[in-house]
T-cell receptor, first 113, second 110 residues
Framework: NAGVTQTPKFRILKIGQSMTLQCTQD?????MYWYRQDPGMGLKLIYYSVGAGITDKGEVPNGYNVSRSTTEDFPLRLELAAPSQTSVYFCASSGDGYSYEQYFGPGTRLTVT | GENVEQHPSTLSVQEGDSAVIKCTYS??????FPWYKQELGKRPQLIIDIRSNVGEKKDQRIAVTLNKTAKHFSLHITETQPEDSAVYFC?????????FGKGTRLHILP
């Protein structure tokens, strides 16, 4: 199993541009999450999903959108990129029920200039 | 909502000594408390977790303790080694989410 994969690994955006960060997992997990991690800081939840067709906001959803059309994929869309969105973005997935262990992808390092 | 407070933010210990990181949480409904380790430039990875029906759990040099009454839990690393240098995050569950603490940067001094 590849686990959780993310593309791209790095990206530089100009202010006002848009992009989609891709996340795919092959563990048949229903729960998926997007976090951002600013330099030297902790993980802040952007959006999460408990299954295909269901998404919900986390702590810092402004400026982002998500969709969950399949169990495997959970893309994160940035509209009108701003310098404040410069960060490392991690996607994670976890299984159902009582176990909440989260498996993280390798991250996408995004710079907005 | 759930708040997870973690301290210290930075910890330096001599190689071979023990390290302790402490966390508190606010939601009494939380029942799952994982700890993640993040090495520089890498993704966070689960190192140990504890559920509310136990007070302590050990895995080799790592142990976690939980005091539900006081709403705090701690990570203990014994006989620290250079490869223990990393950022450690505690977390607690709330509904379908995991809320992370802000992290502790652990330095192992030679």
């Amino acid at each position: 199993n590849a686990g959780v994969t993310q593309t791209p690994k790095f990206r530089i955006l100009k202010i006002g541009q848009s992009m989609t960060l891709q996340c795919t997992q092959d563990m048949n997990h229903n729960y998926m999450y997007w976090y951002r991690q600013d330099p030297g800081m902790g993980l802040k939840l952007i959006y999460y999903s408990v299954g295909a067709g269901i998404t919900d906001k986390g702590e810092v959803p402004n400026g982002y959108n998500v969709s969950r059309s399949t169990t495997e994929d959970f893309p994160l869309r940035l509209e009108l990129a701003a310098p404040s969105q410069t960060s490392v973005y991690f996607c994670a997935s976890s299984g159902d029920g009582y176990s909440y262990e989260q498996y993280f992808g390798p991250g996408t390092r995004l710079t907005v200039t | 909502g759930e708040n997870v407070e973690q301290h210290p933010s930075t910890l330096s210990v001599q190689e071979g000594d023990s390290a302790v990181i402490k966390c508190t949480y606010s939601d009494s409904a939380s029942n799952y408390f994982p700890w993640y380790k993040q090495e520089l430039g890498k993704r966070p990875q689960l190192i140990i977790d504890i559920r509310s029906n136990v007070g302590e759990k050990k895995d080799q040099r790592i142990a976690v303790t939980l005091n539900k009454t006081a709403k705090h839990f701690s990570l203990h690393i014994t006989e620290t080694q250079p490869e223990d240098s990393a950022v450690y995050f505690c977390a607690a569950n709330r509904d379908d989410k995991i809320i992370f603490g802000k992290g502790t940067r652990l330095h192992i001094l030679p």
